[in-house]
């Protein structure tokens, strides 16, 4: 399995992730991003507690 890296941005919505290769079935995965508050730069929400 590899890694995939993806860089924030200020706009929350859908990120589909569409993977391929030679000899393998390709695949695609969606997540969504929602918008959380933040007071100079934290934030007191923990991850997966919306």
Same mark, same amino acid.
């Given at each position: 399995?590899n /890694?995939v890296?993806?860089r924030? %941005? /200020?706009?929350? !919505?859908?990120? *589909? #992730?569409?993977?391929?290769?030679?000899? #393998? *079935?390709?695949?695609?995965? /969606?997540? *969504? %991003?929602?918008?959380?508050a933040?007071? !100079? !730069? #934290?934030? *007191?929400?923990?991850?997966?507690?919306?």
């Open positions: 399995m /890694r890296f993806i924030a %941005s /200020r706009t929350p !919505g859908a990120i *589909t #992730l569409r993977a391929t290769a030679t000899g #393998l *079935t390709a695949a695609t995965a /969606r997540v *969504t %991003s929602v918008p959380f933040v007071t !100079g !730069g #934290l934030t *007191t929400q923990p991850p997966a507690s919306s």
